[in-house]
């Protein structure tokens, strides 16, 4: 028998840690819930029965209308650096963590609610989420999810006729995420400050303690505990951004309170899927240095590594810090350079990648000629995903060919990707498979959220659960589904995505 969200199986774990680390807060309620959309993949993860969300008591629980006998909300106190400077302000200022639910298999999920009022937090925020980031947001984790690449779920997204400001009025949401922690890098600034403040190592041993013992129960206890925590955080989120890498995903806001410590993709606000290809790329309207744009995030992922690593430094060694920040850069070269490998259908073993010094530059020269010729990066991929080239001419790939602007340059990458192609053993029908498995036919494009968003706006909700289902199989052509692998209509380049969310 499936859960409702009444009858499943809460704790309040993380009130185990030092009361320092959270406040109690009551949710806010948004007047007249809606139900806009909701995953059943995510509900599946929880046990729960989707469609009963759907009821009026489920709607009332998802707007903060009514709180269940077992949750215990809180805000998180953390810190953070936001664009390169601390800032010790910061904690939920709009999302409280319900309860965890405890699965049937042991497991301990968290419940988040954003958009649920202020907190001692908010700043000058007004607790709320608007529907239309609520939207991007529930997309994009489950896309992520879809994609293989690590991230926090959403459960639902519910709109309401509560009346929000930002740029104009829009309508205040909630968005339920669903997540294995909420705890990021900044959770440790915070106790590393606290602490010293105090002149002890209370709150980062007990942050320590409890991150090993509920994510990492095989490092719990044991005498470089710690130590190992760092190793294993730089190690995920190395994978992590080697696959934003790899699938041209921007983050956007790679502050250090947006970091799980899981390595879990986290926190999505003006994220963006590359179209034509641009290393350079800013999805961030806001970020005027481009601090986060696409090509700086391997880097910026090891500069909040090393923030954490001061945060952890008085309890592991400098040494075990410096061999993690170490441990962050060669697993993200090796599972960057295997991923693109693997993206052009080329068959290095990972173990060989690093000593494979053609393979990086004939990497970096497939992606020279995209940025030369702006071609779009997920239609790129596909279309060599599908055409068998072994010992055809160029012109087997015209759809790509003839878009580029540079012909010879293409013929060259052609020549020299045959002959790459031509030292693989395996068949030729096997490796296109393998490369449809891992290069989609279907993305999260700023313009289809858009499309949906703006119906949506207009109490039409179609559009979010149509692409929420066609995200969902992204590597499987569907039946009737054409215009969502499209390349995106001259208005896409227009679109600016501002942090205002
Ligand atoms: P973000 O840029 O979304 O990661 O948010 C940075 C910080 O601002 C976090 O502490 C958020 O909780 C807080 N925040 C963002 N939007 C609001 C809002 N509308 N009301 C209150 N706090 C907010
Ligand atoms: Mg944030």
């Known amino acids: 028998m499936p859960y409702t969200l009444q009858t499943l199986n809460y704790q309040n774990d993380f009130r185990r840690l030092p009361p320092a680390f959270y406040q109690s807060v009551t949710p806010l309620a948004l007047t007249q819930p809606e139900w806009v959309v909701g995953s059943d993949l995510c509900a599946s993860l929880l046990g729960l029965d989707l469609d009963s969300l759907q009821n009026p008591e489920s709607l009332a629980l998802l707007s903060g209308n009514k709180t269940h006998s077992q949750w215990n909300p809180l805000a998180m106190k953390y810190f953070g650096h936001q664009f390169g400077y601390l800032n010790p302000d910061l904690g939920d200022g709009r999302g409280l ?7 049937d298999s042991g497991e301990l999920l968290d419940l988040h609610l954003k958009g649920a009022g202020q907190t001692p937090f908010s700043r000058q925020g007004d607790g709320r989420a608007v529907l239309r980031s609520s939207i991007r947001e529930f997309l994009c984790s489950e896309a992520m999810a879809a994609l293989g690449i690590a991230s926090s779920r959403a459960l639902c997204v519910v709109n309401s006729s ?9 309508s205040g949401a909630t968005l339920m995420r669903v997540s294995r922690s909420h705890i990021r890098f900044g959770h440790f600034e915070y106790a590393y400050h606290t602490d010293g403040n105090n002149g002890d190592n209370t709150l980062l041993n007990a942050l320590g303690d409890y991150v090993a013992e509920r994510h990492f129960p095989y490092i719990a206890k044991t005498p470089n505990q710690n130590a190992d925590l760092f190793s294993l955080v730089a190690k995920k989120t190395a994978q992590m951004v080697a696959k934003w890498q790899c699938i041209g995903f921007a983050h956007g806001v790679m502050n250090t309170d947006n970091m799980s410590i899981l390595g879990e993709t986290f926190d999505f606000g003006p994220f963006g899927f590359m179209d034509a290809f641009d290393p350079g790329y800013i999805c961030n309207h806001s970020d005027h240095q481009g601090r986060y744009a696409f090509d700086r995030q391997p880097a910026i992922a090891h500069w909040n590594l090393s923030v954490l690593a001061q945060a952890m430094s008085p309890i592991v ?12 850069s060669n697993v993200f070269n090796r599972e960057f350079l295997s991923g693109m490998h693997e993206k052009l259908g080329l068959n290095p073993a990972a173990s060989s990648v690093d000593s494979d010094e053609q393979g990086a530059e004939f990497i970096m020269e497939t992606l020279s000629l995209l940025k030369n010729n702006r071609l779009d990066y997920h239609y790129f991929f596909r279309v060599i995903s599908e055409v068998n080239i072994e010992g055809g001419e160029p012109s087997a ?7 580029c602007i540079d012909l010879n340059s293409f013929d060259q990458w052609f020549s020299n990707y045959q002959s790459r192609l031509s030292q693989n053993t395996q068949d030729p029908n096997a490796r296109l498979a393998k490369m449809q ?3 989609p036919v279907y993305i999260l494009r700023n313009h289809l959220a858009q499309i949906a968003i ?3 706006k207009h109490g039409d909700y179609s559009e979010v659960k149509r692409l929420h289902e066609v995200l969902k199989r992204p590597y499987s052509r569907q039946e009737g589904c054409q215009q969502y692998e499209a390349l995106p209509p001259d208005w896409a380049k227009e679109l600016e995505i501002s942090c205002s969310s």
Not at 97 to 103: I, R
Not at 317 to 328: R, S
Not at 397 to 403: M, Y
């Open 397 to 403: 790939l015209s759809s790509l060919r003839d878009k």
């Open 162 to 170: 509560t009346s929000v400001r930002r740029e104009e009025i829009e």
């Open 317 to 328: 060694e400098k040494d075990a810090l410096n061999e993690g920040l170490k441990q962050y």
């Open 437 to 439: 498995a891992i290069n």
């Open 454 to 456: 703006d119906k949506a």
């Open 97 to 103: 963590l319900l309860a965890e639910v405890e699965t």
